[in-house]
Each structure stands twice: as structure tokens, then as C-alpha cells.
């Protein structure tokens, strides 16, 4: 019989050897569903698996159009990421020491700002060592198939622009070409994502395509024939007109390009 000294040393072990072993709890797949990896992780939304045609007609770079599969459910930030989860990113040695500058907007729950495609991919890279899940950029298919939340038409609210849903010059909110909104002071769109039109411009995984002739038709990163230098940037910002926060606009620029009108959001496959 072991002395109750020993017993109750052991009893009181037992709970710190069980929190050592544990696994992390695997993220929910279930459509809709909103979860959180660790206390300075992004949000995340998981979408539905879903078919949709991708661009639209009139500009050569969103043509042609073409039907995208996505087979199955992924997460992505239900926001833009925030300063505060940069600056986490920051302290915890996983974003370099940078503290990117907010413009004298503030920080907190505003999304990030000057931030380049290279450090966008660098907080994706820590998210995925924190938390031991495959945490990346969102490919350029998957932020479309996102944005557009099961809808067909030009905006995710319909064919014209509407005040008061978006931050964009003219758009009819209290930050159009002034600055940016903190996240969720908008309407969700029909997958309950914030700020998937208007706010930012946003980083994409994928090289830039002069336009979608030969792209995947699955969802993934389109990285064969690529151009290196150039990275895709989705949607419009606080500053551009609102015909830049249709769900198809697109553009390209250097990675290492940075301005208070670009951040990016993460996604999590599933």
C-alpha cells in the first residue's frame, strides 16, 4: 500500500500528465458552424460544399466563365483578421517584429492594414504551427465561392449597389474613403462572413492569370503558369468605387506591395 503521502502526490499529478497527452479538439465541419483554434486565433466559419460558376462577362480577367466544385467544407475567417491578432502573431515571434503601422485608425478590432502577401502567408504559417492544423491563405476560388455566399448575382445582396451594406467610396456608410470599419459593422453576407465586400482588398494564395483560361475547376490554388511576381488581390476597399466589391472583381500586384487599403482573411481546409 503506497504511504498517503505518495497517494495524494500522484492523485494530484494525474490531471497535469492527462492535459499533457491531450489532443487539440478536431474543428467542427458542419456547415455554418463558427469556431475559434485558441484564444488569439481568427474566428472561422466552416461553408457548405457547393458548385458555382466563377467570373463573369465584360472584363477579359474574370472571363471565362467556368463552373468550380468545391466537394467539400472548408473553413475561413469570419472576419478579416484583426490588429489584435496580428499583433498576437507579433508577440508570440510568428510575424516578425513589425508592428505594422494602423494610420491612426486604431487597432484592436480593426481589421489589419499594410500588410504584403509575404506577411499575410506568414500569419497563415503561424496559425498552422500554433495550432497544428493546415491554416492557409484562401485559394482565389474559395474567396469567390465565399464572397458570393450561394448567390449568382453581382454583389452577394444582389445586381446593385445598396447603402449602408459596405465601406466604399459611396457607398453610404460612416467610413466610406475615410478609413476603415472595424470588423462586423455590416451585415454577413448569406454564408454569415463579414466584410467579404468592401473594408479591404484582400490577399489570395494564387499567383496572378491574366484571366481563368485553364483553371482548376476544384477549388485549389491555381499555381502552374502563374505569374511569380504577382499575387491575386480580391475585392474592393473603404477607398475604391463600389464596382471593385463585386464578388468577381480581381486584380494582381507584388507580394511585397503593402497599403492601408489591403489585408487578408485565412482558411482552413476541413
Known sequence: MLPRCLALLLFLAAPAAMAQTAQPKPAPAAPGTTFRDCTTCPEMRVVPPGQFIMGEEGSGRTTPRHAVVIARP???????????????????????????????????????????????????????????????????????????????????????????????????????????????????????????????????????????????????????????????LRGGSWYNRPSYSRSAYRNGDSPMVANPKIGFRVALPL
Open 74 to 232: 472548408f473553413a475561413i475567417g469570419l472576419n478579416l483578421v484583426t490588429f489584435e491578432e496580428w499583433d498576437a502573431c507579433v508577440a508570440e515571434g510568428g510575424c516578425g517584429l513589425l508592428r505594422l503601422p494602423d494610420q491612426g485608425w486604431g487597432r484592436g478590432r480593426r481589421p489589419v492594414i499594410n500588410v504584403n502577401w509575404e506577411q499575410a502567408a506568414a500569419f497563415a504559417a503561424w496559425l498552422a504551427r500554433k495550432t497544428g492544423r493546415p491554416y492557409r491563405l484562401p485559394s482565389e476560388a474559395e474567396w469567390e465561392y465565399a464572397a458570393r455566399g450561394g448567390t449568382s448575382t453581382t454583389y452577394w445582396w444582389g445586381d446593385d449597389p445598396v447603402s449602408g451594406l459596405a465601406n466604399c467610396a459611396s457607398c453610404g456608410s460612416p467610413y466610406d474613403d475615410r478609413q476603415t470599419a472595424p470588423v462586423g459593422s455590416f451585415r454577413p453576407n448569406p454564408f454569415g462572413l463579414f466584410d467579404m465586400a468592401g473594408n479591404l482588398t484582400q490577399w489570395v494564395a494564387d499567383p496572378w492569370h491574366a484571366n481563368y483560361q485553364g483553371a482548376p475547376a476544384d477549388g485549389s490554388v491555381w499555381e502552374q503558369g502563374g505569374d511569380p511576381i504577382r499575387r491575386v
